[in-house]
């Protein structure tokens, strides 16, 4: 009886990775020796007791808000617990310290979750040629804070883009000869800005094609041309008309009124009416779109060889909300964010106090028991043709070199070991 490959490749940064041998290169993080994790213990308990006592609705800090700060506080330091890991053959240990495995805030646990998405295209792009394409869907800025703390909402507008755009493969595959494709995506719910505004949005990866399966049981993947400028501007203007309409029917019926964490959303900017009438202009950029607020990108496309850009790709779209290397806190107390990506009339050093400072991270935290990463198509978790396009990889056996050559002899930490199953992620 045939037994079924391992799993433990799932998580690997390369496949079989997790059963080489340590890594000579690698040092334990020591994130309390972080920008970051000096202001969260600075302020974050001043923080809440200030939200707490100043807000108009009588409401307290989530729970899972300050979990969440508490969590990161103890993230990857050994005084909070840790694992010893012994090589079976030469006997030397190491410690791992313990991960917090939450999903807002810690950018060492936010940047694992990378992975998962990486590794389903090193599967099938390396069994198929099977080109990356991405996508980034944004709503007008009324409907982003609408959508801060609605996660069903969220579920439905994110429905509203995957069946546009699934709807648009099929016909072109359709044109191809091909009745019954199967699209399939990645998508990825960012919550952030690169200015720390709370600014939910969809990251998006795509096949640049279908996948059909043949008489004989086995899939085949049909590769389709990218999309043209009046296609992008088409399907935006149809995400746009149908996202409208849904708002509009949950004021009528009043099912958006109520918010799952007053408190947070109370500290969001004030917003505008989504039936404003906003001006219609459309962006004269190769592959984009902007109508009346919503926003269509699909100008990114990488072939199935160059495995290092879908890797950047996949880092991008499951980026941590808050890059450390552009932090810094100034002797005045002051701190200070370098943005990456200016806009017009935006300065390129934000400065913010600290309590102002811990307000934008306590709103890009994600409500629990939501997923951030949802796969589509092909990828969904239930999806006929998933065992075919995204097959199981059998793990190596782990070997020891011996006390010579066994990189635990060198007196370094190895690598860590593959991370569980990520909260969140189906």
């Not at 969809?202 to 059909?212: A, E, I, Q, R, Y």
């Not at 004030?270 to 779109?289: L, N």
């Not at 949802?374 to 070199?401: E, H, M, Q």
Request: proline share 8%.
């Amino acid at each position: 009886m045939a037994t079924k490959p391992a799993r433990s490749a799932c998580f690997d940064r390369s496949l079989g990775a997790a059963s080489g041998s340590l890594s000579q290169a690698y040092l334990r993080r020591e994130p309390e020796k972080t920008v970051l994790y000096d202001i969260v213990r600075r302020h974050y308990r001043l923080f809440i007791a200030d939200a707490n006592e100043h807000n108009p609705y009588g409401y307290s800090i989530p729970k899972f808000v300050e979990r969440e700060f508490e969590s990161y506080l103890s993230c990857g330091r050994l005084s909070e617990g840790f694992v010893r890991v012994a090589c079976k053959s030469c006997k030397q240990e190491i410690l791992v310290g313990l991960s917090c495995k939450r999903r807002g805030l810690c950018p060492s646990c936010c940047t694992r979750r990378m992975r998962t998405v990486r590794r389903i295209w090193s599967i099938t792009s390396s069994r198929r040629s099977c080109r990356c394409a991405s996508g980034c869907c944004h709503c007008p800025r009324a409907i982003r804070f609408r959508l801060a703390y609605r996660p069903a909402i969220v579920s439905r507008v994110l429905e509203i883009f995957m069946r546009t755009v699934f709807a648009w493969q099929r016909r072109c595959a359709c044109r191809l000869g091909v009745k019954r494709g199967h699209p399939g995506s990645v998508t990825s719910i960012q919550r952030f800005s690169s200015t720390l505004s709370t600014n939910v949005h969809f990251h998006s990866l795509f096949p640049d094609g279908v996948f059909t399966e043949q008489p004989d049981g086995t899939v085949r993947f049909v590769e389709i041309d990218p999309p043209t400028d009046a296609e992008v501007e088409a399907i935006t203007r149809k995400i746009a008309i149908r996202v409208l309409r849904l708002f509009q029917s949950l004021d009528e019926t009043g099912d958006s009124a109520a918010s799952s964490e007053p408190l947070l959303e109370s500290l969001l900017p004030p917003e505008k009416s989504p039936h404003a009438g906003e001006a219609i202009e459309i962006k004269k950029s190769p592959r984009c779109a902007l109508l009346g607020g919503f926003s269509i990108h699909a100008n990114v496309s990488i072939g199935a060889d160059k495995k290092d850009a879908v890797e950047r790709l996949c880092r991008y779209i499951m980026r941590p909300p808050v890059a450390l290397s552009r932090l810094a806190q100034l002797s005045n107390g002051t701190i200070s964010y370098r943005v990456k990506n200016l806009a017009p009339h935006q300065p390129a050093v934000l400065r913010f106090e600290p309590l102002v400072f811990m307000r934008k991270l306590a709103q890009l935290i994600p409500p629990p028991r939501v997923h951030i990463v949802r796969y589509f198509g092909v990828w969904a978790p239930n999806a006929k043709l998933r065992s075919k396009v995204v097959p199981l990889v059998a793990a190596r056996p782990v070997t020891c070199a011996g006390s010579q050559r066994c990189v635990c002899s060198s007196g370094r930490a190895g690598s860590r070991p593959p991370p569980p199953r990520s909260e969140g992620n189906p």
